[in-house]
């Protein structure tokens, strides 16, 4: 059968969290496995993805965007899901862009297993919107095009333009011909936003940071639950909400 719906979730803090939730969200994808295809959508590389998928109750994914929307990979080979992701890049140089957030004090560069050629992170703790205002002008003003994302009070990435989590997976909607309305996407923090103004189906957790709590349209459904039980209750709605009338209801197991 025809995957229907896509669904995209993060990891940290969305699916993970919880384990008890996860453990029923589990249960019910191995339901629904045929209907709904599940990506992740993460910080995280596809290396750490494949380890928490081997440690916890996740289930395996079709694919994975990692590294915040730095690369897109087929799940289990771990292979580049399509040459065309994430196109070409202009305005990019990582040794340019560090020796610039050198001279900022506040801002600790992340271990190089949280790096990639495309994203470059750091840790800094409570940063004000004006210190990420004065570190976007100045890498403007030296020639570099970037996306600036600022998640969970703590983690700065640094994303070349036009790549995050939303273009990915605005990318891979495209690619496998869903539609918008067809697609669920679910985040808890910053790195999450760009999923969220695409036209696709929102779902917050009630654990999410504020600025997700903020988000407020009829295309975003807040969950009174958190994690993987605000995941599993937001999908829900969502496919409650597409289901083709009775009658012509293809299989609802
Ligand atoms: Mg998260």
Same mark, same amino acid.
């Given at each position: 059968m025809e995957s229907?719906? +896509?669904?995209?979730?993060?990891l940290d803090g969305t699916l993970l969290g919880d384990d008890e939730s996860l453990e029923k969200f589990s249960q019910w994808y191995a339901h629904h496995r045929p209907e709904v295809r599940l990506v992740y &959508?993460? $910080?995280r590389l596809f290396d750490s993805v494949v380890q928490a998928i081997e440690t916890t109750a996740l289930p395996e994914p079709y694919a994975v965007i990692g590294g915040v929307g730095a690369e897109l990979r087929r799940y289990p080979d771990g292979n580049s899901l399509t040459e065309a992701w994430p196109g070409r890049i202009s305005g990019w140089d990582r040794k340019g862009i560090i020796s610039i957030l050198s001279r900022y004090g506040g801002l600790l560069m992340q271990p190089a297993e949280f790096q990639h050629?495309?994203?470059?992170?750091?840790?800094?703790?409570? +940063?004000?919107s004006d210190f990420l205002t004065g570190i976007r002008q100045q890498l403007e003003r030296a $020639?570099?095009?970037?996306?600036?994302?600022?998640s969970s009070e703590r983690d700065l990435d640094i994303m070349p333009a036009g790549v995050d989590k939303g273009s990915a997976a605005v990318h891979l909607a495209g690619k496998w011909n869903f539609n918008a309305n067809e697609v669920i996407v679910a985040g808890d923090t910053g790195n999450d936003?760009?999923?969220?103004?695409? $036209?696709?189906?929102?779902?917050?957790? &009630?654990? &999410?940071?504020e600025k997700l709590q903020m988000m407020h349209s009829q295309e975003v459904y807040h969950s009174m639950y958190p994690h993987a039980a605000g995941v599993l209750d937001g999908v829900q709605y969502w496919l409650n909400r597409t289901k083709v009338p009775a009658g012509n209801q293809m299989s609802d197991s």
């Open positions: 229907r719906s +896509l669904l995209i979730s993060d &959508a993460t $910080g050629d495309l994203k470059l992170s750091y840790y800094g703790y409570c +940063l004000t $020639g570099f095009r970037t996306e600036i994302i600022y936003a760009s999923m969220f103004d695409r $036209g696709f189906r929102g779902v917050v957790p &009630a654990n &999410a940071h």
